[in-house]
């Protein structure tokens, strides 16, 4: 069974940091590129950061870019999101999400989600 859970979600006042964690089963973690969304309470899922299978590259959205930072450990089948300086617009449901491609098609999978507030 393919699994991703999330951790690390909770409530901190606008500066703060936390660490999210997301933690995989059920399928070649270290072949997959791994990626976080978040979505906001009325909004779409939005795209914030991915990592290739190797760490040799990343990606960041412009409204998260400097300020979070995306990484993974394939030995512990774990993906992370260091997140720095939030802001209340940071508040929403953070979601992980691993993607494999054959060529033709890309397949996914999503975790369950944590929610992370900010406010002070």
């Known amino acids: 069974e393919v699994r991703l859970v999330e951790s690390g979600g909770g409530l901190v006042q606008p500066g703060g940091s936390l660490r999210l964690s997301c933690v995989a089963s059920?399928?070649?973690?270290?072949?997959?590129?791994m990626s976080w969304f978040r979505q906001a309470p009325g909004e779409v899922r939005e795209f914030l950061a991915s990592?290739?299978?190797?760490?040799?590259?990343?990606y960041y959205a412009d409204s998260v870019k400097g300020r979070f930072t995306i990484s993974r450990d394939n030995a512990k089948n774990t993906a992370y999101l260091q997140m720095n300086s939030l802001k209340p617009e940071d508040t929403g449901v953070y979601y992980c999400?691993?993607?494999?491609?054959?060529?033709?098609?890309?397949?996914?999978?999503w975790g369950q989600g944590t929610q992370v507030t900010v406010s002070s």
């Open positions: 990592i290739t299978w190797n760490s040799r590259a990343t």
């Open positions: 999400n691993a993607a494999i491609s054959d060529g033709h098609n890309w397949y996914t999978n």
């Open positions: 059920g399928f070649p973690f270290s072949q997959y590129v």
